[in-house]
């Protein structure tokens, strides 16, 4: 079966740092996204892994281990703007083209 | 930035109707998709499309469910017979090959 779990909701203060962590169980696996999902809006990227090791990207960075089955985001300076959701997708296939099996979103709540 | 458009923004629609939900992948993507999200739940996945034809579909995408590319920039998903539960947002995607997935802005489906 295929099973990504990431927690349902957190809770951070602006400024500070927030490590949002995802595990999966999935066949097939061609690399694991990070999106980023404001209500009624559309998954905007965030970060792509396929390797093992860590990604930097500005405040955003996202670890894999392949191994484990696990990944987390790691947001820095946090801001206002920065609540929202936050998705775990695997690539799931033979392909770095397969579909995309999400988990169900964290929802980050930011506060002053 | 390029852009997936969908085409319209939110559509209401009787139970019973059909409806066509329309987007333009990115110019130079070779891969499309779609997908579904129901008011407070995780993205699915409905269908993937390559080269004219269906690469993967999920349990979801049943005989009520169809896609079509009519011409060289149009990618369509068309609902026969829709169902209260057919509710939700529906993103199209596209992807070219390992350079990630890029959602439209979706479409807000509601069925009355």
């Known amino acids: 079966g295929q099973n990504i779990d990431q927690p349902t909701e957190m809770t951070a203060t602006e400024g500070a740092i927030v490590q949002i962590n995802c595990t999966y169980q999935t066949s097939g696996f061609n690399g694991l996204f990070w999106y980023q999902q404001h209500a009624g809006e559309a998954p905007t990227f965030l970060s792509y892994n396929v390797l093992d090791g860590l990604e930097e990207k500005g405040r955003f960075s996202s670890f894999l281990s392949r191994s484990k089955g696990y990944s987390y985001l790691l947001l820095k300076e946090l801001q206002m703007k920065d609540s929202a959701s936050y998705l775990c997708a695997v690539v799931h296939g033979s392909s770095n083209t397969g579909k995309l099996i999400f988990g169900q979103g964290t929802t980050l709540q930011v506060k002053p | 930035e390029p852009e997936v458009t969908q085409t319209p923004s939110h559509q209401v629609t009787q139970m019973g109707q059909e409806v066509i939900l329309r987007c333009v992948p990115i110019?130079?993507?070779?891969?499309f998709y779609w997908y579904r999200q129901i008011l407070g739940q995780k993205v699915e996945f409905l269908v993937s499309?390559?080269?004219?034809?269906?690469?993967?579909k999920s349990e979801i995408f049943d005989d009520q469910f169809s896609v079509e590319r009519p011409d060289g920039s149009n990618f369509t998903l068309k609902i026969r017979s829709t169902k209260l539960e057919d509710s939700a947002m529906y993103f199209c995607?596209?992807?070219?090959?390992?350079?990630?997935?890029?959602f439209g802005s979706g479409t807000r489906l509601t069925v009355v």
């Open positions: 499309f390559y080269n004219n034809e269906i690469s993967e």
């Open positions: 995607a596209s992807s070219e090959t390992g350079r990630g997935y890029t």
């Open positions: 110019s130079n993507h070779l891969y």
